[in-house]
């Protein structure tokens, strides 16, 4: 329980996928006054008009939508939320930042550290390469305490969570070989966001599995970028996507060589010094194996491990719930984290 | 076209998923008559009551399953199908083969040639040891000239033929390193056959991605007898399933080390040259991925490769339906052999 | 906001899909102190273990089930919830009842009044048909004063609420036809709740859609017999539920003939003087229809309507939560109503 | 078996789903010689190419997709398949049969005999309203003497087969009320077709179901038509569709009141007088209802019936394959007609 005021927040394109998500936990954060929300394409309608789920709900019938740019909405808030496209996010991102402004970008545009890699992958030079250096990688198991005091939070991918977590202790602990790293990722259709493609139709991915972005999908960047940093050299990952006809959530199933004799037990202690106390990290004991149905809808990934003795080779396997976890959920805990709030006000 | 007649047919055990497709096929195969199908539990009912699908189809009106002994089949048909669970399987086939019939079973009884390796994956002793040797592996594209020959053929299971297609080859040409072979596969929920289990009903599947059998999955034993065999050394293989929310269908995804700089042209004549004749094998062109929607109800596997300059690494992806490849049809093209008659007639 | 002091609340039977649901709301309520959960086969176990996506929640790492006399919770628990089958429930609550306690039953049970209509649809004699003038029909909308001094409450079926909602108002206004009432309704499968029956079974029921009790579904005692006693006439209606391939939801679609003319506006004045006020009754505007993705996870019920001036038929439209509207969430309303808590406490 | 040779088919926008599906059964044909496919946007491709379903299956490696003129395919061709959009597809209807050649059209130009109901359902005048009268309605089991000879043929709507074929037998015994039909019908989403729009994205159909068109879907006027023909008086029906998540199939559940006391054998008698020779009817017993999976993949439409004793209603459902009954499917039959090839030819 806090005695802090409530923060003044507002959201800057809050018409996708992430942004309803995120729309849905601010409106319930019980510390926070939802005060702009803006889109160009639902600007004069009502929260409740835009996402019909919502209406009834608190400020939804209230509040609309409204088109400013985006300084003006730094003015009205203390933390503001981008939901933007990637590469619209920057500019945005930079004035609000320029002004003095506290920013949670959930678009990929402040993930990457190094210029050169940002245009690596994402085929164009970087808008505002000086903030690089600023923003802070939004995984409060990671980089807690930067986030504390960070002016600039960079949400991370749908995919890179759900494998970190469970690589970073490993990496650290220098259990595994990181020259053989693999991962295989499976991810539900809202992952894509609302794009309205043929790709995306109903009755072309239901009844359908399918990898796709062989081999080198843009997420490796923020990955790579992550566990390098944690192991202290660079790593480079095999990863390889697959979309699945759910609408939520991933599975990361992960596979290491072991650099030494281990079990289940040795490893178990590993994740358990690192996520022990972590709100939103639940290691599955040995009986139990990771299903998407139990974190959808939260904020948690779920982290299970087995040794093949056969082949000395670690599996590790997590989930999450790719629209809570990836962006509005672990966006509020930044956003906590930020404003001193309980790490998990409004998540739980 | 062929002037042979047709061939009188039996099913044992015929009320399972895999029971169901095959009937399906047989029914309509232009060299088939079946004349018997077998279930202990449906005796007396036709085929059209038991399958409401194939009512008024061809026989599925008149013809009626029945309850005999396996030896009592034999003698009614040339060839017969058995559709047993697993263990059942073993007693049916040895009464068959020892009266001199042909037998096509779909079960795993006869899958492995190893006592030894039988007792390891199932847990118990092979009832009927001499027959293993007997057996033929049901897999066309393997054993092609074998199956023709045949007395008694052991088809696949359902994650094994997508797997040993893509690495068979890869190993003959010696192109990958075996130690370094791992597979993720995902399969549609009829993999499981028709389990009345809680972990199959529909609110425990729908929304719901999840590894399982981790690390050693049965259809190890069989994978790891023909990858052995065609590489001529010991092979062990990672191998993790995962259950997703789909009726039929599976994607297996395989990673290698290259053991010498490959391209994907390189790597697509070791295939080309493997299946470049065969009836049911679809190399895809680098534009494309396999789609598990391209392939249900039909008897192809879709193979794509992508190679990762970065790692150097070798990433194989094909798609078969589980219900057409798995049983029905690849047993159908075992028959074909077997009678002499066109491979696809029946499948196409 | 409340004074009150916490109640301490007690489950009987929580191991089905709508114990799993309502233990999750009641674990989040900020009002309640949840005592005891029993379940034959879960005790000893921890409500995290039975409900692994519960799992760090509150207190489902500590809370464990148990296995006592109904009467024993009764001694431990202010207000009891049953989540029993159908049958077994009866008695519980009789149990519970004599000695003075509080019941929230969320079977079939008690819904009846008349035990003669209980034996028709249940094919029964009732074991407690004194109680059955006691019990108080649980939908708030209709019976909000009755149950707030109710000593034993019977939460609807789950088809029941969203066809008395949309019908209530228009047969007190006599805005309709009574004998022409029909309702086709789609309902997710865990409407039928965890029943391990083939007919649930993944493969059964994706990519399936299927009538099914048709004409005289259960349901049907309680809907005629709520519809009479607003009307103040024998009432029979019309109802053919469907099965469909989603987890959760039901959708109603029920047609009437308009006594007289109206139009939209007028129809739309009975439901805003109805529900004008009800938390949970969401009127659609004439450009929304319902839709079941916008109602669960929630307590909502939203309503819409058309004239076709065609034929002079009303068409009213229902959504809502199966889970939630129909058990955990109505069954947590009416708990509010009868402890004087803010009614929407623990459900918005 | 026939010994005519083969026909010369084209098809004119082969694309979409109701032209992929309707290439896969031409392509099976064995009295078709599939001469030309067209598409704007995929000329120059292989059919194989734009449906990877279809690679290597007979002509779909070299047949490729071209863009002439409709008169041009029209030389090459003895029969002509229209899957054209609506309003698009008059215009190459009325030249081709102009030009003296055999159409069969899929989509809704030339379904409704009156200009002025056309006008009222499309909103817009009809590019060639005399040749409406030419056109014959694509249902066999309705018009087959006429659509041996016809020139011109317009298939019907995704749910009107659905619905006539329960509705006309029952209405020239006379022995429902006709004032009194309401239909209910749920669709898969491939109803919609290949629409890239936000509504039919995945996420937005998956565990989602849906009311819409209510109360005037555009079916209406082709049922009507029918319906009215069939009964000699003028008829209006209430209809509403709703969208389920499922790729294929349509359930209708058809509501009427009974003129006379009657019971299931005596509306199985009418049934049974009017379908039992049908090819593609089934009628199922009192011990079953129909369930989309049953027919999908098909060309069957199953039907069964219950009668009310409480309200002296008729209660009858059905359930077609919409993209197969609807149009390819019923298409090939009504080529197999006008051709004098078996009905069932390149169907079963």
Not at 120 to 138: C, I, N, S, T
Request: glycine share 8%; charged share 25%.
């Amino acid at each position: 329980m806090t005695t802090k005021s409530p923060t003044r927040v507002g959201v800057i394109g809050a018409s996708g996928y992430a942004g309803e998500e995120l729309v849905r936990l601010l409106l319930k954060h019980p510390e926070i006054d939802l005060v702009a929300v803006t889109s160009r394409q639902s600007a004069g309608k009502t929260l409740g008009e835009v996402f019909p789920r919502f209406a009834h709900e608190l400020k939804a019938d209230s509040l609309k939508f409204t088109n400013p740019e985006a300084r003006e909405v730094g003015k009205l808030a203390d933390v503001v939320f981008l939901a933007l496209p990637h590469g619209v996010s920057a500019e945005a991102g930079a004035d609000l930042v320029r002004d003095g402004g506290r920013v949670i970008d959930l678009s990929a545009d402040f993930r990457i550290r190094d210029p050169k890699v940002y245009a690596e992958f994402y085929g164009k030079q970087h808008p505002a390469p000086d903030l690089l250096e600023r923003a802070v990688y939004g995984v409060p198991e990671i980089h807690r305490e930067k986030i504390r005091s960070a002016q600039l939070v960079a949400c991370p991918g749908c995919y890179p969570t759900s494998i970190l977590l469970p690589l970073l202790p490993l990496l650290r602990a220098k259990a595994i070989d990181p020259r053989t790293i693999i991962v295989a990722s499976l991810s539900g259709v809202t992952g894509a966001g609302r794009k309205v493609e043929a790709d995306y139709l109903f009755a072309e991915c239901n009844e359908s599995m399918r990898p796709y972005g062989i081999p080198k999908h843009r997420h490796l960047g923020e990955i790579e970028q992550e566990l390098s940093a944690a192991a202290g050299e660079k790593i480079i990952v095999q990863f390889t996507p697959h979309l699945v006809p759910v609408s939520r959530g991933i599975i990361s199933t992960i596979y290491a060589d072991l650099k030494e004799k281990a079990d289940a037990a040795s490893i178990g202690a590993i994740f358990e010094k690192a996520y022990g106390e972590e709100p939103f990290v639940r290691l599955l004991s040995q009986a139990r194996l990771p299903d998407t149905k139990n974190v959808v809808h939260t904020n948690f990934i779920d982290i299970a491990w087995r040794i093949d003795s056969r082949t000395n080779r670690l599996i590790v396997m997590s989930a999450i719930d790719n629209r809570t976890q990836w962006t509005s959920g672990q966006a509020v805990q930044c956003f906590n984290l930020m404003c001193g709030y309980d790490e998990a006000a409004g998540l739980s």
